[in-house]
């Protein structure tokens, strides 16, 4: 944790939601004035889609398994170097993973492969990252402990696979029995790297579908906002004004003493009013700590 270089993170499996919730993160960052550089948790993948395929084929012939969610395929300590370097320095390195063919023509490139590294933060006030690890911590990895706002992002599993299979299947070109077979195959490594995040993050965001979901992978479609509610867990969070946002978001009510639902179509607004009080408090943190370094330095 930095308060002069601050970093947030919205941590969820593929398919969570992540990408789509950094739309709220960016409304809120430009009604806040606040520039911020932006990191994708795929930029740190270890391999191309081609290299993946190879080390999946290895796996299998060696009678183990790989997959996104674990530590094999995925560079923990350039992560956490990220996050040390950001907090320190307010600078880090970052690269993107292109999914498809509209990614990665601008860069010349063809889907499933790296952008190159390059310099990330000059000029920003923090680091926004989104992505499946901002809050893993390994043996040999500690990223959580950079991260000063951590949010998971987690649609109850079935809801989660119906996102995953839909969005593979129509946006990034894979089969239905292709994305079957990676779930299954990710599903030690979800347990292992994925789901103990959300046990250190500030807020949980988890949707929850009011349509049947019984079997994911047969659905035809993504259950809408106004089909789902959210179910928001406040975790060691004090202060919390839970008057105001049942009286602000319609349809909201409490399920637990640390626990809001509102309903799915207010997941942005909900957003919106919950998280700008913690991230103009960054912000605040942050002009303070540079006031104190001035004044140590006119001394
Ligand atoms: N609140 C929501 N309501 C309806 N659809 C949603 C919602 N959140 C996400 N989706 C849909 O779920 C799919 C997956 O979302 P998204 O791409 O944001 O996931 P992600 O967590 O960024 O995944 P990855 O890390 O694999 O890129 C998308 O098709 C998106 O439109
Ligand atoms: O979203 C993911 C993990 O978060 C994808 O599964 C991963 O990035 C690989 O992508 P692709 O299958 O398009 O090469």
Known sequence: MSSRNPIIAVTGSSGAGTSTTTESFEH??????????????????????QEMDVEKRKAREEGRNISYFGDQ?????????????????????????????????????????????EDLGEGTDLLFYEGLHGGVVTENND??????????????????????????????????????????R?????ISFITPQFSRTHINFQRVPTVDTSNPFSAKAIPSSDESFVVIRFREVTDIDF?????????????????????????????????????????????????????????
């Open 28 to 49: 809120i960052f430009r009604s806040l004035g606040i520039r911020s550089a932006q990191v994708e948790g795929d930029s740190f993948h270890r391999y191309s889609r």
């Open 243 to 299: 008057p105001y946002y049942l009286s602000m978001i319609d349809g909201s009510f409490m399920s637990r003493v640390n626990t809001l639902v509102v309903p799915g179509g207010k997941m942005g607004l909900a957003m919106e009013l919950i998280l700008t009080p913690f991230i103009r408090d960054l912000i605040r943190k942050k002009e303070e700590a540079n006031k104190q370094l001035d004044w140590m330095s006119d001394l």
């Open 186 to 190: 990710s599903m030690e490594d979800y």
């Open 143 to 184: 990223v959580a402990q950079y991260v000063d706002l951590l949010i998971g992002m987690v649609p109850i599993v079935n809801l989660e696979w119906i996102q995953k299979i839909i969005r593979d299947t129509s946006q990034r070109g894979h089969s239905r029995e292709s994305v079957t077979a990676s779930i299954v």
């Open 73 to 117: 395929a995925n560079d923990f300590d350039a992560l956490e170097r990220l996050f040390k370097d950001y907090s320190e320095t307010g600078r880090g390195k970052m690269r993107r993973y292109l999914h498809t063919f509209d990614e990665a023509v601008p860069y010349n490139q063809m889907p499933g492969t790296f952008t190159p590294w």
